[in-house]
């Protein structure tokens, strides 16, 4: 891509998008990928144009109406690791303890139980690192289930 499309209407909001919802470390990661000229660099600024700039950006949807949408979907592809991201943006979007874990349970009966475990090790990951649960909050992992 051009530096003329990192300069783009959709490019600059979703560079504040990013920065809002995950802040500056995390958009730093993605800035220097997309100017890198390496590999990833394009796929970094299709995602901060396209996915954050162009749709987390659209009016229709409250910020933390996206996540709810978003973490389902990653719920169900059994994508943990991008799931970290978004259940740290989703806090940042407002989602609260308890509605991150009505949307694992709402969760179960369409993805099933393997997916949602996936997904509970992941948030509840997220949540100890914010200081949101205690060590008395344990998964499968912790109890040697998976």
Known sequence: MSSEDQQSPNY????????????????GGMLSAANSGGF???????????AF????????????????VTIG????????NEL??????ALNNGLTVTELQEALIQAI?????????EALEATVAVLRERGLVGDNVK???DRGML
Not at 73 to 80: D, E, W
Request: aromatic share 6%.
């Open 73 to 80: 979907i990653l719920v169900g592809m059994g994508k943990p």
């Open 53 to 68: 700039g162009a749709v987390w950006s659209r009016p229709g949807l409250q910020r933390k109406e996206r996540s709810l």
């Open 139 to 141: 998964t499968a992992k």
């Open 12 to 27: 600059q909001r979703g560079v504040n998008l990013v920065r809002e919802m995950l802040g500056e470390a995390f958009l």
């Open 84 to 89: 970290k991201n978004h259940v740290r943006a």
């Open 40 to 50: 990833a660099a394009d796929a970094a600024t299709i995602a901060l144009e396209s």
């Open 109 to 117: 009966p369409y993805c099933g139980f393997p997916c949602v475990a």
